[in-house]
């Protein structure tokens, strides 16, 4: 900005400041000053905003999961009395909320190891094809992804169901029965999982599709090329040479992944409307809304549990974007 | 520090075109293979892309499809690939048909949904642009600190805080109408937009303002008249990413709204498991899914790949 250099630089006693220089770091001061009333100006309604709608919630709710805040005192108009850790201890040893956590892990799992499995799967094959196959792959895949999960459940429910769904009809007719005739997918748990699985994994892909392949596209060829003249196979072309640049991109779509996996409510809710029997398919999200407005301060516990955890989880993908992004 | 731009357009070109060094290396590899296994994994590759690019997109094809089919031609025991009876009837079903007794029909669902998120896509650009301008054109303390503060607000699970937020919008009497659900989206997006856009005005040079400036342009002169239209297409596509999130979210439209306020994702949960006039009509469910779908598909095709760049943007390196 200033031609000058403000600091005063060299080793020894620091010379006293020439008139000039003083000019300069008075200036350098002030332009400090109007950048720091600037800046936060222009950040204050976002701060505004954020400390409102986001902070002040999870204060309210890190205070209430240790009352027992109920819909009564609101209605009263009463205190809720403190209860210590107790809705955190009922939570973990008198509700099913353990096995609804362990549902949740476990799904999070499968789902985060299909989806990337299959994304980087397609983002090499992409690499592997022709123009024209490759636009149609693409538009394809933002089909996919495009699709609102409310309505990618609707239909993939309809193409489930139990009476007139494509999967039953095509599995008679592939057998030549009517086993499937009226085979219900949603009321087995497992099964239940199954189809949630296939949506989640089809909407899934795209993304870390077209993250993978727009990293494949910094993998220097000459690099591959050399290591192909020398007799490496394809697959040991890809683990010492292209998964060295694909790291700290398949880092941040893991954890993504893993967050939005343990997240995901949408599908869930949708598949169970269309039969399946909640209390054995409950995922953390839904657990939670289906506790109902009410025990505030039991409802709070699982909300700071489930914040916590998914900190705890998302903070590689914090530190690897601090540390990659100059800032 | 114009890794998010360069992201951006590489991943749009990943997303539909050419790169211009893949091709050739691929060529010079194949070169040293015999001929006819050159041929065999040329056509096994194109079968798995056709194979890929049915699985993505027969579930849309299919809803079309059923949209378009008369329902008692839907309810059968042998489905049909493509409308046998093409009929438009269910869209005007969907159109017509309030969800339940009391609740909305999709007009004015519609009508609550498109307003909800036009005023989150208006504040949350204007607030995310301030904030980013500051994030990225000043330097001062507290910087860094709101930079990790956004990106870790934007992993804060909303929902986790459902509860405590119907709360609060209790307390403040904003049940049930749109501006108390605005203001829940508003603050659910934009984390990720401030973070977007902080890229796409790095990415435009300081220099470029400086260069104003001398010509004779004040600081905020050169500001809008330089570094502004070189950002359209950085609002754009973080203004489409509000837009597909307000648009698409639904627990707390479930949560908070009811009755005649419905959104359009909370209308076609009710309007799926409805059973006015007999049994689910099935083809004005499809018809109303596609109607929902359709501006979200034709927003996602115009950013195409954008959005993961913000995503990823520390973990490629431009």
């Known amino acids: ?327 | 520090m114009s890794t998010q731009v360069s992201v951006g357009t590489q991943l749009g070109t990943a997303g539909v075109e050419d790169t211009l060094d893949r091709p050739a290396r691929r060529r010079s590899m194949d070169a040293r293979r015999p001929p006819a296994r050159k041929k065999l994994t040329r056509f096994l590759l194109n079968a798995a892309a056709l194979i890929v690019f049915v699985c993505s997109v027969f579930p849309v094809y299919y809803m079309v499809n059923l949209a378009f089919t008369p329902n008692n031609k839907i309810v059968s025991r042998t489905p049909s690939l493509f409308p046998t009876d093409f009929t438009v009837s269910n869209f005007t079903t969907a159109w017509n048909r309030e969800a339940a007794p009391g609740q909305t029909d999709f007009p004015h669902a519609l009508g609550t949904t498109v307003t909800v998120t036009a005023g989150v896509l208006v504040v949350t650009l204007l607030v995310a642009f301030l904030a980013s301008v500051a994030l990225a054109r000043f330097r001062f303390k507290g910087r860094r600190t709101f930079i990790v503060s956004v990106l870790v607000v934007q992993m804060i699970p909303g929902e986790a805080m459902m509860f405590t937020i119907y709360g609060m919008i209790d307390d403040w009497h904003l049940m049930n109408t749109l501006l108390g659900l605005g203001i829940v989206y508003t603050a659910a997006v934009i984390p990720f937009t401030i973070w977007t856009l902080r890229g796409f005005v790095a990415g435009v040079p300081a220099d470029l303002e400086e260069a104003a400036m001398i010509d004779g342009c004040t600081k905020s002169q050169a500001f809008w008249k330089v570094t502004f239209p070189l950002l359209a297409p950085g609002l754009v596509s973080t203004g489409i990413f509000a837009f597909i999130q307000a648009w698409n979210e639904f627990t707390m439209a479930l949560l908070l709204m009811s009755g005649y306020n419905l959104t359009l994702m909370p209308w076609l949960n009710a309007f799926q498991s409805s059973s006015v006039g007999g049994a689910v009509n099935w083809g004005a469910v499809m018809a109303g899914s596609t109607m929902i779908a359709l501006p979200v598909i034709i927003f996602f095709l115009i950013v195409q790949g954008r959005m993961t760049g913000g995503l990823v943007s520390g973990a490629v390196k431009g």
Not at chain 1, 20 to 38: C, F, I, M, T
Not at chain 1, 200 to 215: L, N
Not at chain 1, 300 to 315: E, K, P, T
């Open chain 1, 1 to 327: 900005m200033t031609s000058t250099t403000a600091a005063p630089t060299g080793a020894g006693p620091a010379p006293a400041p020439t008139a000039p220089e003083r000019d300069a770091l008075q200036r350098e001061r002030h332009r400090r000053r109007r950048d720091a009333r600037g800046g936060w100006g222009l950040l204050s309604p976002a701060t505004i905003i954020l400390a409102v709608m986001v902070g002040y919630p999870a204060v309210l709710m890190v205070i209430q999961s240790f009352t027992d805040f109920t819909v009564k005192n609101k209605v009263q108009g009463t205190l809720p009395d403190f209860i210590g850790l107790q809705n955190y201890i009922d939570l973990f040893t008198k509700s099913d909320f353990p096995a609804v956590l362990t549902r949740s892990l476990a799904l999070m799992v499968v789902l985060t190891a299909l989806i990337i499995v299959f994304g980087v799967l397609v983002a090499v094959l992409m690499t592997r094809l022709g123009r024209g196959w490759r636009i149609t792959v693409s538009v394809g895949l933002l089909l996919a992804w495009a699709m609102p999960p409310l309505t990618a459940t609707v239909v993939w429910g309809w193409i489930f169901d139990t009476q007139y769904g494509l999967v039953n009809w095509l599995l008679n007719t592939l057998t030549g029965t009517t086993n499937w005739t009226n085979h219900s997918w949603l009321l087995e748990p497992l099964s239940f999982y199954f189809v949630l699985v296939i949506i989640v994994v089809w909407q899934g892909i795209p993304f870390v599709a077209f993250t993978t392949y727009a990293g494949l596209g910094q993998v220097p060829g000459e690099v591959l090329e050399a290591a192909s003249l020398d007799g490496a196979s394809g697959l040991r072309r890809f683990r010492f040479i292209v998964f060295p640049y694909l790291r700290s991109i398949l880092t941040v779509v893991l954890v993504l992944q893993i967050i939005w996996n343990l997240r995901i409510f949408t599908q869930v809710y949708s598949l169970q409307t269309r039969g399946g029997i909640a209390a054995d398919t409950n995922v953390l999200g839904t657990y939670l809304f289906r506790q109902g407005v009410g025990e505030f301060g039991a409802t709070a516990a699982i909300g700071v549990f489930m914040v916590i955890l998914l900190l705890i989880l998302s903070w590689g993908y914090v530190r690897t974007t601090l540390k990659e992004e100059e800032l």
